[in-house]
T-cell receptor
Framework: EPEVTQTPSHQVTQMGQEVILRCVPI?????FYWYRQILGQKVEFLVS????????KSEIFDDQFSVERPDGSNFTLKIRSTKLEDSAMYFC????????????FGQGTRLTVV | GQQLNQSPQSMFIQEGEDVSMNCTSS?????WLWYKQEPGEGPVLLIA?????ELTSNGRLTAQFGITRKDSFLNISASIPSDVGIYFC?????????????FGKGTLLTVNP
């Protein structure tokens, strides 16, 4: 069964460092998303991406965040200068059509900022 | 922003028991979804509800979209150890984005064999 794959599964980084979280969406999907879940909190929307541009972003997705589809298979989330409060599980998702209700989620990358 | 209140926060039950959890909101939702998250995995969609009053089953799972469009419940019958995980409700609000889901905080289910 096709699946969304995320790497790494766990990333530890020092405050102020840049991190790149990687995702390989399902191959025929055209819409991509990032969500995050701070420990003990709800899953929150960060950004959606289609046709090489951001379709929508939340207030969490400030100038420290960026997304990119550098090639035909990867979708990345970059955090420019990490803060302690960026520690969370980051989930990538993809859907064939632009409807999050039909998206598949990856297994997540746990980011720990120390 | 929209809030989903999910309860209970956690449940500890014996194998074979039935389980019920629910979500409520002050906002109207067009779609209600129920996900399960197992350790080290992402949320997996269990049931999607698209119409007020809709009652949908998926094996031992049954979910309903409330008539007021402000609530939903998930029932699991005859629980088994592999039902363990965190169950999330999520929804899309009326007139809201196609890309954005609002999630509840989750219900942690533990099943004692």
């Amino acid at each position: 069964e096709p699946e969304v794959t995320q790497t790494p599964s766990h990333q530890v980084t020092q405050m102020g460092q840049e991190v790149i979280l990687r995702c390989v969406p399902i191959s025929n999907h055209l819409y991509f998303y990032w969500y995050r879940q701070i420990l003990g909190q709800k899953v929150e929307f960060l950004v959606s991406f289609y046709n090489n541009e951001i379709s929508e972003k939340s207030e969490i997705f400030d100038d420290q965040f960026s997304v990119e589809r550098p090639d035909g298979s990867n979708f990345t989330l970059k955090i420019r200068s990490t803060k302690l409060e960026d520690s969370a599980m980051y989930f990538c998702a993809s859907s064939e059509l632009g409807q999050i209700t039909e998206a598949f989620f990856g297994q997540g990358t746990r980011l720990t900022v120390v | 922003g929209q809030q989903l209140n999910q309860s209970p926060q956690s449940m500890f039950i014996q194998e074979g028991e039935d389980v019920s959890m629910n979500c409520t909101s002050s906002s109207i939702f067009n779609t209600w979804l129920w996900y399960k998250q197992e350790p080290g995995e992402g949320p997996v969609l269990l049931i999607a509800l698209y119409k007020a009053g809709e009652l949908t089953s998926n094996g031992r799972l049954t979910a309903q979209f409330g008539i007021t469009r402000k609530d939903s419940f998930l029932n699991i019958s005859a629980s088994i150890p592999s039902d363990v995980g965190i169950y999330f409700c999520a929804g899309q609000t009326s007139g809201g984005s196609n890309y954005k889901l609002t999630f509840g905080k989750g219900t942690l289910l533990t099943v004692n064999p």
